[in-house]
């Protein structure tokens, strides 16, 4: 596609239960990032993968959270046993080079989690 | 740690105006400067960058000079227009590409 898509777009959870929000980047882009941006705020980083390498994962806020990238190119987020603080906007973002400080992101429109 | 801290908003303006909103960062090593714009309804997007001490970013008419003897990375239009209505985040880049991302500001132009 043209750019980075996320999906469901809008995502209403009750406490407890488990949520998957998926990430399709731009078609041949190695970096993928996830995002947490809660309302008001700035996005704050959860997590890195270089294809199917997840290099970093030192934001993810507890053991509650998972990614993955199998294939080095859909990207899911796992939330498990989902607590009314995950609510946020969970952003995807993709770029082509690997790893560097100054490159572009692409990101996507999002995914908003209401947990109830 | 690394950490940006922009202005806060909102910030309401004439169309035409000047606008500034501030930005200053705390970082090891030499990040590379960004601002990412958020329109309503869309996902952010890169504004400009800089990568480098004394650098100058520009786009659409914005500006952002890198200033590493104040930390700071202000963004700069001489004219706003009511399409500039949107929110604007400063951000540095890290090892990796991973960003560090201010709070935002909220920008409202009137017509």
């Known amino acids: 596609g043209a750019g980075v898509s996320q999906s469901p777009r809008y995502k209403v959870a009750k406490r407890g239960q488990d949520v998957a929000l998926r990430c399709d980047p731009i078609?041949?882009?190695?970096?993928l990032f996830w995002y947490q941006q809660a309302l008001g705020q700035g996005p704050e980083f959860l997590t890195y993968?270089?294809?199917?390498?997840?290099?970093?994962k030192s934001g993810l806020p507890s053991d509650r959270f998972f990614a993955e990238r199998p294939e080095g190119s859909v990207s899911t987020l796992k939330i498990q046993r989902t607590q009314q603080e995950d609510s946020a906007v969970y952003l995807c973002?993709?770029?082509?080079?690997?790893?560097?400080?100054?490159?572009?992101?692409?990101f996507g429109s999002g995914t908003q989690l209401s947990v109830l | 740690g690394n950490s940006v801290t922009q202005m806060e908003g909102p910030v309401t303006l004439s169309e035409e105006a000047f606008l500034t909103i501030n930005c200053t960062y705390t970082?090891?090593?030499?990040?590379?400067l960004f601002w990412y714009v958020q329109y309503p309804g869309e996902g952010l997007q890169l504004l400009l960058k800089?990568?480098?001490?004394?650098d100058k970013g520009s786009n659409k008419g914005f500006e952002a000079t890198y200033r590493k003897e104040t930390t700071s990375f202000h963004l700069e239009k001489g004219s706003v227009q009511v399409s500039d209505s949107a929110v604007y985040f400063c951000?540095?880049?890290?090892?990796?590409?991973?960003?560090?991302f201010g709070a935002g500001t909220i920008l409202r132009v009137k017509s």
């Open positions: 800089a990568t480098k001490a004394d």
């Open positions: 973002a993709s770029s082509l080079a690997r790893g560097k400080t100054n490159e572009k992101l692409f």
């Open positions: 951000a540095l880049g890290t090892y990796g590409n991973k960003l560090v």
């Open positions: 078609s041949g882009h190695v970096s």
């Open positions: 993968f270089q294809n199917e390498a997840q290099l970093d």
């Open positions: 970082a090891t090593g030499y990040p590379s």
